[in-house]
């Protein structure tokens, strides 16, 4: 598979606009992607908010099992990491992330108060592309109130957005000008915060099927028959024939394939999946 790499010019920019609205507010919650929490941590985010109080938000938890996300909570406590676990679609974890803020400014808060100072706490949410940022704002609102989409890149500007005693400043999505590891640019691109347009999804997927025959092979035998010691060209000729995608003259159709396990796996068809 090609060396993966994407880093628009239009994340500069937003790396700039962040830089300079960090003097507006209190804090910062960086969402990141249950399935590939490590993969979706930008570190050039981390350097820009080392000054800040962050709250890590581990969204889309209800894509994974509930010791996975206990865990990976628990590895970035490790790391002297706060960290919470999240699925938008779940009001009990989205109230939990809501005390989780004003707990992680407690102390910004009481002084406030004790200055006579009454006003919103202000919280930056950033991340890399497609985590779930503007979702996650949109559940702590309770309506649709930012720009959402289930493709990298929606949010292009800042948007503040207000909720009881919280102002939230919606960020684009920013990817690290470059990539540590392979490994971890393959699973941002399988869980969708990649651009589609510039991947070849016949190569990922076969990177994908690679990896899950490794890690969850009980998985692909229930999902897609599956069994060990397949060949990646085995296992898409045995979804083609299942799926039928066949093409005239019976020749198994790759690039449908290709494309329905991609789809199956960012919509947890598969199975509760963490990649790293």
């Given at each position: 598979?090609?060396?993966?790499?994407?880093?628009?010019?239009?994340?500069?920019?937003?790396?700039?606009?962040?830089?300079?609205?960090?003097?507006?507010?209190?804090?910062?919650?960086?969402?990141?992607?249950?399935?590939?929490?490590?993969?979706?941590?930008?570190?050039?985010?981390?350097?820009?908010?080392?000054?800040?109080?962050?709250?890590?938000?581990?969204?889309?938890?209800?894509?994974?099992?509930?010791?996975?996300?206990?865990?990976?909570?628990?590895?970035?406590?490790?790391?002297?990491?706060?960290?919470?676990?999240?699925?938008?679609?779940?009001?009990?974890?989205?109230?939990?992330?809501?005390?989780?803020?004003?707990?992680?400014?407690?102390?910004?808060?009481?002084?406030?108060?004790?200055?006579?100072?009454?006003?919103?706490?202000?919280?930056?949410?950033?991340?890399?592309?497609?985590?779930?940022?503007?979702?996650?704002?949109?559940?702590?609102?309770?309506?649709?109130?930012?720009?959402?989409?289930?493709?990298?890149?929606?949010?292009?500007?800042?948007?503040?957005?207000?909720?009881?005693?919280?102002?939230?400043?919606?960020?684009?999505?920013?990817?690290?000008?470059?990539?540590?590891?392979?490994?971890?640019?393959?699973?941002?691109?399988?869980?969708?915060?990649?651009?589609?347009?510039?991947?070849?999804?016949?190569?990922?997927?076969?990177?994908?099927?690679?990896?899950?025959?490794e890690k969850y092979p009980e998985l692909l035998k229930e999902k897609y028959g599956i069994t060990e010691g397949e060949s990646v060209t085995e296992m898409f000729d045995g979804i083609c024939?299942?799926?039928?995608?066949?093409?005239?003259?019976?020749?198994?159709?790759?690039?449908?394939?290709?494309?329905?396990?991609?789809?199956?796996?960012?919509?947890?068809?598969?199975?509760?999946?963490?990649?790293?």
């Open positions: 598979m090609e060396h993966l790499q994407w880093f628009p010019g239009h994340m500069t920019a937003a790396m700039r606009m962040m830089e300079e609205s960090l003097k507006l507010v209190d804090g910062v919650l960086v969402v990141l992607d249950a399935r590939c929490p490590h993969a979706s941590v930008n570190k050039k985010l981390g350097n820009l908010f080392k000054d800040k109080k962050v709250l890590y938000v581990i969204n889309k938890c209800d894509l994974i099992e509930k010791k996975d996300a206990l865990k990976t909570v628990s590895d970035f406590k490790s790391e002297g990491i706060t960290a919470v676990s999240v699925s938008a679609t779940d009001k009990k974890t989205v109230d939990a992330l809501y005390s989780a803020v004003f707990e992680l400014l407690k102390e910004k808060i009481e002084k406030n108060k004790a200055k006579g100072v009454n006003k919103p706490v202000r919280i930056m949410v950033a991340g890399i592309p497609n985590t779930g940022k503007s979702t996650i704002i949109n559940a702590l609102v309770g309506g649709r109130k930012t720009v959402t989409g289930n493709k990298a890149g929606v949010t292009r500007g800042k948007q503040w957005v207000r909720i009881r005693d919280l102002e939230l400043l919606d960020t684009p999505g920013t990817m690290p000008p470059a990539f540590e590891s392979q490994t971890f640019a393959k699973h941002l691109a399988y869980v969708g915060c990649m651009n589609d347009a510039n991947i070849d999804f016949n190569d990922l997927s076969a990177e994908l099927l690679k990896e899950l025959s024939k299942i799926r039928g995608f066949i093409k005239k003259g019976g020749i198994f159709d790759y690039d449908r394939c290709s494309t329905a396990i991609i789809d199956d796996f960012r919509k947890g068809r598969i199975g509760k999946i963490v990649l790293d």
